[in-house]
């Protein structure tokens, strides 16, 4: 059982359904989190990250990336062995998986390699024009129109 009731979110706020979901998801600790295959997500630069998921006894073929409804979605389904193979020990997991990872608004998938058991999945944040930060020009007291009516004239 939680103890933060997101109720009030929704009913106060327009837009930021999105945030109250995360937070949900989040904070729902009914499922447990799966921990194969390890990963690390590290910043490259102010607006680049990168994806690298230990992908051990996987090849090329066996991995799909994928992006849908703003959710990176790797998995990985090993083919069978045609060779009837006795193992004495068998400690490298090839079992199949599914790894989600949530993209925030914005960030696009522009690769992805596979090399010595890893898999490095590249991603780029791209803010539109219309979100960058511009610089309003500020005019002087004698170049600004007026554009304001007068009351007298109006009644």
């Not at 979901?21 to 989190?33: E, N, T």
């Not at 007068?150 to 009644?155: I, M, R």
């Amino acid at each position: 059982m939680r103890n933060f009731d997101l109720a009030p979110l929704y009913r106060a706020t327009v837009g930021f359904d999105q945030i109250a979901d995360m937070m949900d998801r989040v904070l729902s600790s009914d499922v447990a989190q799966p921990t194969y295959p390890p990963y690390n997500i590290e910043k490259t630069a102010d607006d680049a990250y990168r994806i690298s998921i230990a992908v051990a006894g996987f090849s090329g073929p066996d991995l799909s990336v994928e992006v849908k409804d703003r959710a990176l979605v790797v998995s990985a389904r090993k083919a069978e062995d045609d060779d009837a193979r006795t193992y004495l020990h068998r400690g490298i997991a090839t079992r199949a998986f599914e790894r989600r990872f949530h993209l925030a608004d914005h960030v696009r998938v522009t690769g992805a390699t596979h090399a010595d058991g890893m898999l490095h999945i590249d991603l780029m944040r791209e803010m539109p024009e219309a979100l960058k930060p511009r610089q309003i020009e500020i005019a002087s007291g004698d170049a600004v129109k007026q554009d304001v009516v007068d009351a007298k004239s109006v009644n």
